[in-house]
C-alpha cells in the first residue's frame, strides 16, 4: 500500500472511531440520567453521585465527565420529567364553563403531580443547598398558581377566599401531603382533591357563574 492510499484508509476508519465514542458518550449520558430517576422513584431521594455511578454501571468519573455537579444532573431529569408531562399539561381546555374546565385541571393535576412526585420531593430535599432547584421551585409553584387563577372568571377572582383555597387546593404541596404525609393512594389522593375542589365550588353563591 503506498503513502496516499493509507492517508485514504485511515481518513476512512477515523469517522467511525469518532461516532464510536460519541455513541458510547451518548449511551452513558442516558444510562446516568436513567440510573438517578430509577433511584428516586424506589425512594432513594437523595443518592449520591457514588451510588448513581454504580447502578448505571459506570465509574464515578464518567458521572462527573457527563455532569459538571449534581445540579446538572438533576436540571436534565427536570427537562426528562417536562417532556413527559408537558402533553397533559398543554392541552387545551374545553369545557362548557369554567367549573368544567377545573374539574379537568384537577384530573389533570393527579396525573401530572402523580408522575412527578418522587423527582419534586427529591428536589424539595436539595433545594436549600441549591441556587438552580430553588430557582426552579419559584417558577414552578407560580406557573401552577396562574393555571389556576388563569381558568377563573373575574367574579371568582373577586372572591378572593375561594379562588386562594382553590390554588392551595390544586397545589403539589397538597398532592404531595395526601399522597406523603397521610399515605392515601393515588387514586384515594385523586378523589379528595376532587371533593375539595367540587366543595369549595359548591360555595359560591349562586349568582356567580
Not at 449511551?27 to 440520567?33: A, E, N, Y
Not at 381546555?93 to 367549573?99: E, H, L, V
Request: glycine share 4%.
Amino acid at each position: 500500500m503506498n503513502n496516499g492510499e493509507g492517508k485514504v484508509a485511515l481518513a476512512s476508519r477515523a469517522p467511525q472511531r469518532i461516532d464510536g465514542r460519541r455513541e458510547r458518550s451518548r449511551s452513558s449520558h442516558r444510562r446516568i440520567v436513567k440510573a438517578m430517576m430509577e433511584l428516586m422513584t424506589a425512594g432513594d431521594l437523595m443518592p449520591s453521585a457514588a451510588r448513581v455511578a454504580e447502578e448505571a454501571g459506570l465509574g464515578l468519573r464518567t458521572v462527573f465527565r457527563h455532569f459538571d455537579d449534581m445540579d446538572a444532573l438533576y436540571a436534565e431529569i427536570s427537562d426528562t420529567v417536562a417532556d413527559r408531562v408537558l402533553p397533559i399539561a398543554a392541552a387545551p381546555f374545553a369545557g362548557a364553563d369554567w367549573r368544567a374546565n377545573m374539574r379537568d385541571l384537577t384530573e389533570r393535576r393527579a396525573r401530572i403531580f402523580e408522575t412527578m412526585l418522587p423527582f419534586r420531593l427529591a428536589a424539595n430535599i436539595k433545594r436549600y443547598q441549591s441556587p438552580f432547584l430553588m430557582g426552579q421551585y419559584e417558577q414552578v409553584i407560580a406557573a401552577e398558581r396562574d393555571r389556576v387563577l388563569h381558568l377563573l372568571p373575574p367574579a371568582i377572582l373577586a372572591e378572593r377566599m375561594t379562588a386562594e383555597a382553590l390554588c392551595a387546593t390544586l397545589s403539589f404541596q397538597n398532592w404531595r401531603a395526601l399522597r406523603h404525609d397521610q399515605g392515601l393512594e393515588a387514586d384515594m389522593a385523586s378523589q379528595v382533591v376532587a371533593h375539595m375542589v367540587e366543595t369549595l365550588m359548591g360555595t359560591l353563591p349562586p349568582h356567580i357563574e
